[in-house]
């Protein structure tokens, strides 16, 4: 890293290790131009191709910089992946922005099935955010890919922010820049030149495009969480588990002693209860292995990474293998999720069940979000 080099859109520190994180410039750039009007990556594609690309940062260096939000007056936008929910929310948000009024928005809709009620899935995120101490102005559903939900979420911001400043906030991989760059097309159209504002006056990693004469949309890096299962998996493993379109649920019809493999990443074990449903929303491309409980742990020990796959050689080394622990069901309609990854939607019922996943991603269970 070079210390004393910074960013002139951002303020981040130049450097030339990790392309997904502040200030990175290429080494080979950094050797041709002018070190003292530099602009990192992510900067000189917004400038040069009103594009802006997701950056990373640890836990302990967003709070330091978003809670820089907190002295400052504005709307904050939290975007989150209706796919990962429990993966994307920020339970610290409030913390951190201070009084500023929040809205919600929930990115991928898209991937959810068509016959998605949304004002039911809108109550029942409304209910979770709030189980979890979080209060909105509002919840947004949109497709950043798609473009669903734009014109109302352009419409609402452009009031609830009376003239103020827009800051984005999420995790990453939750759809940010996308959506940040479909906001940059609607509200500038595609030739205008934006420009970033220059270092110093810029908080350390934030990237400002103006909205008007007079106020910004400010683009903050993505925090790290370092219970998303996509840090532990390489990239062929990762396109497999991400779903791209529209999910198809999967139904199972279980006895008790039987067992779902979701690739060798997860494992439900069905061990009392009447036969019932078992309905999995996970990538279309990820298998699922039905199996006796009695032949689970020779399946899983002897075809890991072939049958049962992901995880690959390389992704298994960094997850680890499966850890279980056991729930007993009450008596509603619950999801068990695996962050990340997707969730096993079970009936109701005296139903006990083992859920088995890498000990970096804690399961959980919930009221369903169907
Ligand atoms: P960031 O890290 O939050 O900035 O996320 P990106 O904008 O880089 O997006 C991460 C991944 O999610 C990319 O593969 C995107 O194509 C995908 N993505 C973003 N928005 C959507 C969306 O609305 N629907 C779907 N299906 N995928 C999306």
Redesign the pocket.
């Given at each position: 890293m070079n210390e004393d080099i910074y960013c002139q859109g951002c303020g981040g520190p130049i450097q030339s290790e990790a392309p997904d994180k502040m200030g990175y410039v290429p080494q080979s750039t950094l050797e041709k131009y002018e070190l003292d009007d530099i602009l990192c990556k992510r900067c000189f594609r917004l400038k040069n191709y009103n594009e802006t690309?997701?950056v990373e940062v640890t836990d302990d260096d967003f709070l330091q910089m978003v809670s820089s939000i907190s002295q400052k007056k504005g709307l904050v936008i939290h975007i989150i992946d209706v796919f990962d929910i429990e993966g994307s929310i920020l339970s610290s948000l409030h913390r951190v922005v201070g009084d500023n009024q929040t809205i919600l928005v929930v990115?991928?809709?898209?991937?959810l099935p068509k016959s998605t009620n949304q004002q039911q899935l809108k109550q029942w995120i409304q209910s979770t955010v709030k189980s979890l101490g979080l209060s909105f102005l509002d919840v947004y559903l949109?497709?950043?890919?798609?473009g669903h939900g734009f014109e109302d979420l352009i419409s609402d911001v452009e009031k609830l922010r009376k003239g103020q400043d827009v800051y984005v906030v999420?995790t990453?991989?939750?759809?940010?820049?996308?959506?940040i760059n479909r906001i940059i097309k609607q509200a500038t159209g595609l030739n205008e030149v934006i420009t970033t504002s220059y270092f110093p006056g810029t908080t350390l990693g934030f990237i400002e495009i103006p909205l008007d004469d007079s106020a910004l949309l400010i683009d903050t890096p993505?925090i790290v969480n370092r219970e998303q299962i996509s840090h532990y998996l390489d990239e062929t493993d990762l396109k497999i588990i991400?779903?791209?379109?529209e999910i198809k649920p999967r139904v199972y019809q279980l006895n008790s002693e039987q067992t779902l493999f979701i690739g060798g990443l997860a494992r439900i074990d069905f061990l009392k209860g009447e036969r019932q449903s078992f309905i999995c929303y996970f990538a279309n491309d990820l298998t699922i292995h039905r199996t006796k409980l009695s032949n689970a742990d020779d399946l899983y020990n002897n075809h890991l990474g072939k049958l049962l796959s992901p995880p690959s050689e390389s992704s298994l080394k960094s997850l680890g293998k499966l850890q279980s622990q056991s729930y007993k069901v009450p008596n509603k309609k619950v999801d068990f999720v695996f962050p990340g990854l997707g969730w096993i939607t079970i009936s109701e019922g005296d139903v006990t069940v083992d859920i088995h996943s890498s000990k970096h991603v804690s399961p959980m269970m919930r009221s369903s979000l169907y």
């Amino acid at each position: 890293m070079n210390e004393d080099i910074y960013c002139q859109g951002c303020g981040g520190p130049i450097q030339s290790e990790a392309p997904d994180k502040m200030g990175y410039v290429p080494q080979s750039t950094l050797e041709k131009y002018e070190l003292d009007d530099i602009l990192c990556k992510r900067c000189f594609r917004l400038k040069n191709y009103n594009e802006t690309q997701s950056v990373e940062v640890t836990d302990d260096d967003f709070l330091q910089m978003v809670s820089s939000i907190s002295q400052k007056k504005g709307l904050v936008i939290h975007i989150i992946d209706v796919f990962d929910i429990e993966g994307s929310i920020l339970s610290s948000l409030h913390r951190v922005v201070g009084d500023n009024q929040t809205i919600l928005v929930v990115n991928k809709i898209d991937l959810l099935p068509k016959s998605t009620n949304q004002q039911q899935l809108k109550q029942w995120i409304q209910s979770t955010v709030k189980s979890l101490g979080l209060s909105f102005l509002d919840v947004y559903l949109i497709s950043s890919t798609k473009g669903h939900g734009f014109e109302d979420l352009i419409s609402d911001v452009e009031k609830l922010r009376k003239g103020q400043d827009v800051y984005v906030v999420g995790t990453t991989n939750v759809g940010k820049s996308t959506f940040i760059n479909r906001i940059i097309k609607q509200a500038t159209g595609l030739n205008e030149v934006i420009t970033t504002s220059y270092f110093p006056g810029t908080t350390l990693g934030f990237i400002e495009i103006p909205l008007d004469d007079s106020a910004l949309l400010i683009d903050t890096p993505g925090i790290v969480n370092r219970e998303q299962i996509s840090h532990y998996l390489d990239e062929t493993d990762l396109k497999i588990i991400t779903p791209k379109k529209e999910i198809k649920p999967r139904v199972y019809q279980l006895n008790s002693e039987q067992t779902l493999f979701i690739g060798g990443l997860a494992r439900i074990d069905f061990l009392k209860g009447e036969r019932q449903s078992f309905i999995c929303y996970f990538a279309n491309d990820l298998t699922i292995h039905r199996t006796k409980l009695s032949n689970a742990d020779d399946l899983y020990n002897n075809h890991l990474g072939k049958l049962l796959s992901p995880p690959s050689e390389s992704s298994l080394k960094s997850l680890g293998k499966l850890q279980s622990q056991s729930y007993k069901v009450p008596n509603k309609k619950v999801d068990f999720v695996f962050p990340g990854l997707g969730w096993i939607t079970i009936s109701e019922g005296d139903v006990t069940v083992d859920i088995h996943s890498s000990k970096h991603v804690s399961p959980m269970m919930r009221s369903s979000l169907y």
